[in-house]
């Protein structure tokens, strides 16, 4: 035949059946890429009226659905739910999760109350191991400075380990699917790509002068590189590049304890803190102090000696050495 050949059909027998078809089912037919099928949804008012004339009027399971445009097995299983659960059994619930329906009958009451149990668990069991992958990601700057990357790198390796639900460990983790997915596509931004290039200044840096912080290179990057940016963002590049200072601080510390002390002080006082009269009992300390002149740094010293009595000074002394000289003339102007 001529329309075979026009959309190039094996046969125009195929053409012939197609028709045949059309003329037989016209009301309720739809073509889906050459294959016809029969497709009518059907109300609930219909579903009972189609179990009613069967029940009360006796009309056969074929009858009804040559009436009603189905097969006969499906009048039949309406039927059988109808006798079973009553109009209930009727209501179209495809769809719709199990645990959210309404049940009705004891038996689909316990199988609602098990998938809502099911569940819970499985919802609880997610965000459990989704907080354990957010747990083990290190805590660290990124260049493209998303502020919840390490959520979003759990919710990726639990759709790919676990197979989890992108939209469910999203809203485990209160994050937007939108956001996820805008940094699953690693489009990079003008704010990462200026990073990308101050990474790479920070790094030129960090080599030549090894033994400079953040606050450093961020000096350097403003007077060498025409870049002025904040602290913190030179902190957060230096961290994803783990750029650290090599420059270690001596402790000058003179209350350490001593591994091997070559005099113990007396305990005199053992923790006696008051005194019953004046001039009984006093405590005396050297108190450090620093002071700019120009871009020099100078100290002064101030040695006092305190009456647990009444908690006056009996006798300050104040220099800019720290010496035995200042201890005595202390201790000599307080007599």
Known sequence: MAIAE???????????DWAKEYHRHRNSVEETGGVSMTKRKHTLEERVQAVREHLED??????????YGTTAQVIRNWVKRY????????????GKRLANQIPRSPEEALRI???????????????????KKVKELERGGSLRQFR?????????????????????????????????????????????????????LVKKIHTQNPDKSYRRIRDDLARYYGAPINDKRVLRICR????????????????RRASDPQCLAENVLNRQFYAEKPNEKWLTDVTEFKYNVGPSV????????????????????????????????????GR
């Open 6 to 16: 026009k959309y190039k059909l094996r046969s125009g027998n195929l053409v012939l």
């Open 58 to 67: 006796g009309k056969s399971f074929s009858e009804l659905s040559e009436r």
């Open 83 to 94: 006798q079973e659960m009553g109009v209930a059994g009727l209501e179209d619930r495809r």
């Open 113 to 131: 109350e098990n998938a809502r149990l099911e569940r819970e668990n499985y919802l609880l069991k997610m965000e459990l191991d989704l907080l």
């Open 148 to 200: 919840q990357e390490r959520q979003y790198k759990a919710v990726r390796r639990a759709a790919k380990e676990q197979k989890y639900s992108v939209i469910e460990a999203c809203r485990a983790l209160h994050i937007s699917r939108a956001g996820y997915y805008h940094w699953r596509s690693g489009r990079a931004s003008a704010r990462t790509v200026e990073n990308r290039w101050l990474a790479g």
């Open 240 to 255: 994803s590049l783990g750029v650290r200072s090599t420059i270690k601080y001596a402790r000058h510390s003179c209350t």
């Open 298 to 333: 100078h100290k002064l010293y101030l040695s006092a000696i305190l009456d647990l009595y009444d908690r006056r000074i009996v006798s300050f002394v104040l220099r800019d050495a720290n010496d035995s000289a200042l201890v005595h003339e202390t201790s000599g102007s």
